[in-house]
C-alpha cells in the first residue's frame, strides 16, 4: 500500500546504502541496469542525470533517474534537446504497488516544472519488457530506436 509520504529524494550519504541495496526480480535483470552502475553513470554525466531514491514512509522502495537537457542528435538538429526517464528500478518485493508509476509520473512532473513539454523513455523489448507499462502509462512509440531500444514520448502538456 502506498502511503502519503511517498517521495523522490535525492540520493544521499544517508540513503546510499539503501538506495544501492535495491534489487528487482532476478528475471529483470536483463532489462536495467543495476542502481549502482546509475550511480556511476550520474556521477559521469553530472548536471544532465537527476538520480532519485524512491521512498515510502522511511523505506527507499526504488530509485529512479531522469535525463534533463540533453542535444537528442546534434549531427541532424543540434537545438533539439530532449528530457525523460533513464532508469527505473523498483525493488522486487516493492513491484506492482503502483511505486514504478509514482516514479514515472514524478519524473514527467519535474521535467514539465522545468519548462518540459515532453518525457521520453526507452526500454529493452522481449520476455519480461516495460514496453506494456510505458505504454499504459500514455508513452507513444516514436519510431525512433536508440541502440537496440525503441523511444517512447509522453506528452505533458
Known amino acids: 500500500m502506498i502511503s502519503s509520504t511517498l517521495r523522490l529524494v535525492p540520493v544521499t550519504p544517508d540513503n546510499f546504502d539503501a538506495v544501492c541495496a535495491v534489487r528487482i526480480h532476478p528475471h529483470q535483470e536483463h532489462l536495467v541496469s543495476p542502481v549502482v552502475k546509475s550511480l556511476a553513470e550520474a556521477y559521469a554525466h553530472g548536471p544532465t542525470a537527476w538520480p532519485r531514491a524512491v521512498v515510502d514512509g522511511d523505506e527507499v522502495v526504488g530509485f529512479a533517474m531522469a535525463f534533463l537537457d540533453i542535444v537528442w542528435d546534434p549531427a541532424k538538429d543540434p537545438e533539439h534537446r530532449r528530457s525523460g526517464l533513464w532508469r527505473l528500478n523498483i525493488s522486487a518485493g516493492h513491484q506492482g504497488k503502483g511505486y514504478g508509476r509514482f516514479a514515472v509520473l514524478a519524473v514527467a512532473d519535474e521535467i514539465r516544472r522545468r ?37 517512447g514520448v509522453l506528452d505533458l502538456a
Not at 117 to 131: I, L
Request: proline share 8%; glycine share 22%; hydrophobic share 25%.
Open 115 to 151: 519548462g518540459g513539454t515532453q518525457a521520453y523513455v526507452t526500454w529493452h523489448t522481449g520476455e519480461g519488457s516495460p514496453e506494456p507499462f510505458y505504454l499504459g502509462l500514455g508513452f507513444r512509440l516514436t519510431g525512433e530506436v536508440s541502440g537496440d531500444q525503441p523511444v
